[in-house]
């Protein structure tokens, strides 16, 4: 018998069906294969090991076995630092038998070999170093008894199946806990892995308790980096190459990040499981989808979940699928509307109710009629005037218009409480003044929190726009957005939030202008006028896993006056929320002008406090301010950090949240006026434009003339409040919103209630 005393990696070679060999113990070794004939385990060609102790020296006993000729790692156990002696093993084709060193494990309907061993090392405080080699693509769970506490480190090497077994990864597990025996879990990708282990105390034992098989060994995907598809009637194939070494089906979770995505039988966005039939070395797949009609949907390629096939690191993980198919047209709120809630359905098809008085509640008030709707409504307004409110004024029911353009003489304005839309969907409110003021704040102390405080608020809602309102004199911001999908507020006036420390929790101003976050959110041609900043601030927070819609905030063609801190405002770290969601924000075509006093106000300011995510991308284009004066200078000259840094000079991650393309577009796309444009088009257009009241005809001539002024701490210091008058309300014979004179002149029936008509009447 020969006998070979060799360093660390000696291989013997079995060629035969009994070839006896001796290793001294303590070399760990390497057993190659080289197997003709049919036997054990032929999925790996060599087949698996038992390891048994024997007598002093390690004797190895080889029996024929494979299908196929195929050389890889099988069974490596050394010892060394042991001091009472030796141990010595015998190693022997695993068989389906009565022997009881050997464990048979049967997955899927197929019989799996596998081994496990006993070797006891004793005596030393000083730790062996154990090293153990296993073959096969298999979960390998690896006991070790130990006599005493102190560290173990289990290292596994992941090969792949090609000829040159290259590395793929390390993993590496450590544990200095007090157990007896600690076990490790080494996941082998490829036909060859290898383990070893290192400690620093004596251990009894080293064994192999169970393999678990894999559906197939690896793959990637090929190809998929940008995978642009075309569409017939908004079916798509998305056909996923792959370059795979299966033993089985491959199976990957495909993931969609536009919940208007559909899968067949109806499974709208979140996982399909698509699964690749075995055929080696390519495979592919087609996966029809009904995707919307406009804008990008990204899938993302994960792991499924063991035992199906792992895919290779190398593997691509998204494709992008971009729709060429037309939309359907769908209804605008009314005409002119745009941005995300341009397709508002608010009270299409419903009732209409009258407002005739202006009490808090009660038949015939503003609140009555939201809160006993029972289906869409419109509410109309038979009266004008101021509306005190006694409490917040809750939208919570869907499908509601308030046509605040209805009323007669000086319309309509909304004091004292807040608006807050909330938990619903599909909300119009035009041509409405709410100028909230501090009266029932200072009435009752400073508050201890913030709800209410706000002039609107507006959160967990969808499909909602406001149109033509101006607002003014809220305790915080003007607006609070938060956790919405698809809101546009348009040619508003939003100005003079006070700024009296008494009227907000912190005991800090809060002359702040709009407040954004978690929405798909569209704010075009507003005037935002006196105040500190926020004109508007999106933030990348509130966010949560699953939400199902876009965190896309634009700001397009704004007019911002008086500002003495920023104009408008983003932050490039999340505070609170999900961290790992996507947000994309636009500021285009907005003309700022800043107060005086304030030098180093930017037109944009980017809050670092948090540190900065790549999952932020910010595109900024036709600024005009005190910093970029004309089109001819850098897009981002007026963009400015909180540490007073222009972003061309902020740190890395800052700068490389910065896109020089649109990142988005809302579904009916906002009228492009430069901001120049904007300028005049907002001054003209924006706010409650039917009558303006004493309120907006001072903010539009203060931007007009460049009348500055500190922000308010109450709106007494401006004369608060002024009488709205009222004129006799046109006749409606059949109480359907629509005048008698109106419906005679479009060709209607004033006697007959057709307002849930989609026609002439919107």
Request: hydrophobic share 35%.
């Amino acid at each position: 018998m020969p006998r070979i005393n060799r360093r660390i990696g000696y291989r013997i070679q079995l060629a035969e069906i009994s070839w006896p060999a001796e290793v001294k113990l303590g070399e760990p070794f390497l057993v190659e294969t080289a197997w003709a004939n049919a036997g054990v385990a032929p999925c790996l060609g060599g087949g698996f090991w038992a390891l048994t102790n024997s007598a002093n020296n390690a004797n190895f006993n080889a029996a024929t076995g494979g299908a196929q000729n195929w050389q890889g790692y099988l069974a490596q156990i050394g010892s060394a630092g042991g001091t009472s002696g030796n141990s010595q093993f015998a190693i022997r084709p695993a068989q389906a038998n009565g022997d009881n060193r050997n464990q048979v494990t049967t997955v899927n309907g197929s019989t799996i070999y596998g081994f496990q061993n006993s070797t006891t090392v004793s005596g030393s405080s000083a730790g062996p170093n154990v090293s153990l080699t296993v073959g096969g693509r298999y979960t390998e769970v690896v006991n070790i008894t130990r006599l005493g506490d102190g560290s173990l480190q289990l290292t596994a090497s992941l090969y792949t199946n090609n000829t040159s077994g290259a590395l793929l990864t390390t993993v590496t597990a450590t544990t200095t806990t007090t157990p007896v025996t600690t076990s490790f879990d080494a996941f082998a990708i490829g036909w060859r892995s290898r383990a070893s282990l290192a400690s620093t105390i004596a251990i009894k034992s080293v064994q192999v308790v169970k393999f678990v098989q894999s559906a197939c060994v690896s793959a990637q995907f090929a190809n998929t980096t940008s995978m642009v598809v075309g569409q017939t009637n908004g079916i798509v194939s998305i056909t996923l190459p792959t370059n795979a070494t299966a033993a089985g089906p491959l199976t990957v979770d495909l993931i969609s990040t536009n919940p208007a995505v559909a899968y067949p039988a109806n499974a709208a966005g979140g996982t399909r499981t698509v699964t690749f039939p075995q055929n080696s070395p390519y495979s592919s797949t087609n996966i029809p989808v009904t995707v919307v009609a406009t804008g990008v949907t990204q899938f993302y390629l994960t792991n499924a979940t063991p035992p199906a096939c792992v895919l290779a690191p190398s593997s691509s993980s998204v494709i992008t699928v971009v729709s060429n198919v037309p939309p359907s047209p769908q209804p605008l709120a009314f005409p002119g509307a745009e941005g995300f809630g341009a397709n508002a359905a608010g009270g299409r098809g419903g009732d209409v109710y009258y407002v005739t008085n202006l009490n808090d509640s009660g038949a015939g008030s503003l609140r009555n009629g939201i809160t006993t709707a029972s289906g869409p409504r419109t509410i109309v307004f038979a009266v004008s005037g101021n509306i005190l409110l006694q409490s917040i004024l809750t939208i919570n029911k869907p499908n509601l218009t308030i046509a605040g353009q209805t009323a007669p003489g000086d319309g309509i304005c909304i004091r004292d409480y807040s608006l807050n839309i909330g938990g619903t969907h599909d909300t119009i409110v035009r041509c409405l003044r709410l100028r909230r003021g501090d009266v029932i704040v200072r009435a009752t102390g400073q508050p201890t929190g913030s709800t209410g405080l706000d002039t609107v608020s507006i959160d967990d809602s969808s499909n909602v726009i406001f149109d033509h309102c101006s607002l003014s004199w809220s305790c915080d911001e003007i607006f609070g957005i938060v956790q919405n999908q698809n809101v546009t507020v348009q040619w508003c006036i939003i100005s003079e939030p006070l700024g009296d420390p008494g009227l907000h929790p912190y005991g800090a101003s809060h002359a702040y202008g709009l407040n954004c976050s978690a929405t798909t959110l569209s704010i075009h041609h507003n005037l935002v006028a006196r105040y500190v900043f926020r004109g508007p601030q999106f933030e990348p927070n509130d966010a949560v896993a699953g939400q199902g819609y876009e965190n896309w905030m634009e700001a397009v063609s704004n007019l911002l006056f008086d500002y003495s801190s920023s104009g408008s405002r983003y932050r490039s770290g999340v505070e609170v929320g999900a961290g790992n969601i996507p947000f994309r924000f636009h500021f285009i075509n907005n003309f700022y002008i800043r107060g005086p006093g304030h030098s180093g106000a930017p037109e944009i300011e980017v809050d670092i406090q948090y540190a900065a995510t790549n999952t932020i991308k910010v595109h900024v284009k036709g600024t005009i301010g005190p910093n970029r004066v004309n089109d001819t200078m850098d897009e981002w000259t007026g963009v400015w950090t909180s540490t007073d840094i222009p972003i061309r000079s902020a740190a890395t991650d800052v700068q490389s949240q910065m896109s020089d393309v649109p990142l988005f577009t809302p579904p009916v796309p906002i009228t492009a006026h430069s901001a120049s444009n904007s300028y005049k088009q907002v001054l003209s257009l924006a706010g409650y434009n039917n009558v303006r009241d004493s309120v907006d005809d001072r903010i539009r001539s203060n931007v007009v003339v460049r009348a500055f002024g500190a922000y308010l701490h109450s709106q007494s210091e401006v004369g608060g409040w002024p009488a709205l008058n009222t004129y006799n309300v046109p006749t409606d014979t059949d109480r359907d919103g629509m005048p008698d004179y109106w419906e005679t002149a479009t060709g209607l029936n004033p006697n007959i209630a057709n307002n849930n008509h989609t026609n002439s009447d919107g």
